[in-house]
C-alpha cells in the first residue's frame, strides 16, 4: 500500500512530500541500498514516527528530509523546496531557518550553557549574541527550565534536561519541520515520555511537522500517524495506540 | 560564531593549555635563540659601532673582516689625505697585547691606539676621567667590563678588587697608568679592552716594521663616502670601505666561516618543530574532539566559511596569546641576564616580525589540518551514533 496522502484544500500545507527516493551507499560490490523509492508525506502540524528495525533506512531517509545527505533519485520537497533545485550554500542557509534538529547524543556543545546551545541556531541565522541568548531564554522557560539550570553546562544536567535544551535548540528559530533521532533512546521510560509529551505540547505548532525516528514502542502513542520501514521501503503508515494519561505532567 | 569558537576553545582546558605551552615554548625559543644569535653577530662588528666619527676605514686589501689586521705602512695615511673628497684620515692601531697581572698571571688585551693629535676613535663613553686624559704620560683608558672582570685584582680571600683610576698595570713589559674607565659595546672575543695613543700603543706593541691598522677617514660634506672609498682605491691601491660595508663584511665573514649559524639555526629550527608538533598535534586533536559539535553546526546551518572562520580565530587566538607569553618570557629573560651578566641579547623589532611570523605559520598549518578535516565533513554526521 502506497504511504502517500493526498493533500486537499481542507487539509494542511505538506511540509514533507517524499516520492521514490532512492539512496545508495558505496558502490559495486559493496553497495547497500538504504533506501529503495520510498513515499511520504507529513503535513504541517503533524506528529509523524518514523519506526522499524536497525538498517531499514530511517535514519537515511531523515538525513535526507532534513537536507544533510543527498539522494540518488526520486523527488524530496520540503516546505515547497526541492533540495536538488538548491546549491549547496542555499541547502545549507535553508536547513539553518527551516529544519531543527534533535539528536539520540543530545549534541550540546559542552563548553557552552544551556542558554547559548539554545541561541547556536540564532547566532547561525545572524542574531546578536545578546539577543540571541536573551530569546533562547524564553524558550528555554517554555520547556521548564529556570535560570539557574539556563545557566548551567551540559554535563551539569541530567539526561532529560538535556534533551529539554536540545528540543528548545531544536525550535528556538521557529523552524517549518523538526527531525528527531532517537530522542529517547538514551532516557528512562518516565523521562522518554515527559519529553515527547513536551515535544507534542510545545514543539509541534500548527506550521510546524515533527519526523521522529524511534525504536521506543512506549512512546508511539505520541505520534499523529506511524510510518513503519523494512528494507529502505515505507510498508505501512498507521495510527498510532490510543494516548494513556500517565504522560501529561510538567516538564 | 566568535563567541562559539572562543568558547569552544577555552572550555577544553587541558587542551587550550596544552596548545599555549607548545606555542609558547616555540616562541621562546625562536626568539631567544634568535636575538642572542644578533647578539653576537652585533658584537663582531661593535667596534666599527662604536668608532663613530670616521665613515670610512681603509685596510689592506686581503683584510676579511674586522678583527683581520693586516698592517699597513705609516705612510699610506698621507696617500689617504691626497685623495679627493677626503676632509680628513687618520691613523689608528689595532692589536693584541698581554697586560700581565698584579697576582703575575697574563691576560690578553685589545689595544687600541688613538691618533695623537685628534684622539679620533675613542670610546664612545667615559665613565671617569677624560679621553684627553691620554695625553698624560703612559696614560690608557680600560673598559669597565674589563677593568671589573679579567684585569680585576684578585686578593688573597678571593675577593675581586677591579682596576680604578691611579692603577698602573703592565703591557708588554711596558708601564701603563690608568686615567680613565670607559663604556663600549661588548666585543665578539670579550677581551678587555684599552684604549691609548698611537705613538703609545706602537711602543706598547712589538716591533714590526708596519704597524697601521686601518687608516680611518672622512669624507668631505657632499660627498658620498662610498664614491670617495672607490676613489681612495684606485689612488692607493688599498680597500676602503664605508662604515656599513665593514660592517656587512665583517659580518658575512662570521656567517660563512663559523659554525654560529648552523647551531642557532638548529636552536630555531628545534622551537619551530616544537610547535608544529606539540601546539599542531594538540589543536588538530581538539578539533577532532570537538567534530561532533562541528557537524551539528554545520547541520544547523553553518556555512563552511562560518566553520573555516571559527577555525582560524580559534589558531589565531592561541598564537596570540602563546606568541605574546613567548616573546614576553624572552624579552624578560635577556633583560635579567643583561644587566647581570655579559650575554649577548639583541632583539630587534624585525626579530619580533621574524619570530610572529613563525607562530603564524605554525598556527595556520595546525588550523589547515583541521579545517581540511571539517570541510569534507558530512553535515548527516551527526546521525550517527
Redesign the interface.
Known sequence: MPATLQSNRDEPKLAVSCHAVTKTYGRGTAAVQALRGVDLEVRAGELLMLVGPSGCGK?TL??VI?G??GRDAGDCVVSEHDYREMAE?ET??????N?G?V???F?L????TAA?NVA??L???GMK?HAAVHHAGEVLAKVGFDERMMRSFPQDLSGGQQQRVAIARAMVHDPRLIVC??PTSALDSETGRMVMDLMRRVALGKDRALVVVTHDARIFEFADRIARMEDGRITKVENPPPRTNESSNGP | ?N??AL??L???RAKYIGIIIGLTFASLLITQQSAIFVGIMTRTFSFLTDVGLPDMWVVDPQVQYIEDIKPLQDTQVLRVRGVAGVQWAVRMYKGGLKARLANGTFQTCVVIGLDDETLIGGPPEMLQGKLSDLRRSDGVIVDAVGARGKLARVLPNGQRVPLRVGDTLELNDHRAFVVGICRITQTFQANPVIYTTYSRATTFAPQERKLLSFVTAKAKSGEDPQTVCRRIERATGLKAYTRDEFKKLTFIYFLKYTGMPINFLTAVALGFLVGITIAGQTFYNFTLDNL??FG?????????R?LLRMILLQALTVGAIGYGLGVGAASTWGILLSGRTQIAFRLPWQLLVISAAAVLFICLSSAALSIRKVMKL???V????
Do not use: H
Request: charged residues 20%.
Open positions: 535514519t531523515i538525513s532534513a544533510v545527505l550554500l545549507t542557509c535553508f536547513r539553518g531557518r529544519i534538529f539528536f539520540q547524543a549534541n556543545i559542552p563548553t557552552l547559548e547556536a541556531p547566532i547561525i541565522n549574541r533521532d532517537e | 560564531m563567541f562559539i568558547k569552544m577555552v572550555g577544553d561532533r559539535y551539528t553546526l554545520k547541520a544547523m546551518g553553518a556555512t563552511n562560518a558530512e553535515p548527516a551527526v546521525f550517527r551514533s
